[in-house]
């Protein structure tokens, strides 16, 4: 079994900042890559930030210049750390995994969601 644990949920105003981390735990053999992906009411779940096992980072256009995404390879930990935050940046944040297991399955595997709310 594979475990994401996210945490940092919470409520900001127009302009400040907050932090997600995402540990993944289990019987995980090799992580592919990880990722955050956001999901808005009435919209569809989208891609904030990701980075692969080789260190790639991408982010949406959206966030680029004011979310950093980073990894802590020895922990399978991921952060976000999420500046300059927008009413529009208000959604359910999800952690997903890209791992292949030990039994060598490869699956994606994602996160109960954090709540962000950013206040005008």
């Known amino acids: 079994q594979v475990q994401l644990v996210e945490s940092g949920r919470g409520l900001v105003q127009a302009g400040g900042s907050l932090r997600l981390s995402c540990a993944a735990s289990g019987s995980i053999r090799s992580i592919n890559a990880m990722g955050w992906y956001r999901q808005a009411p009435g919209k569809q779940r989208e891609l904030v930030a990701a980075?692969?096992?080789?260190?790639?980072?991408n982010y949406a256009d959206s966030v680029k210049g004011r979310f950093t995404m980073s990894r802590v390879n020895a922990k399978n930990t991921v952060y976000l750390q999420m500046n300059k935050l927008k009413p529009e940046d208000t959604a359910v944040y999800y952690c997903?995994?890209?791992?292949?297991?030990?039994?060598?399955?490869?699956?994606?595997?994602w996160g109960q969601g954090t709540q962000v709310t950013v206040s005008s």
């Open positions: 980075v692969t096992s080789g260190g790639s980072t």
């Open positions: 997903k995994l890209d791992a292949r297991v030990r039994t060598g399955v490869r699956e994606d595997y």
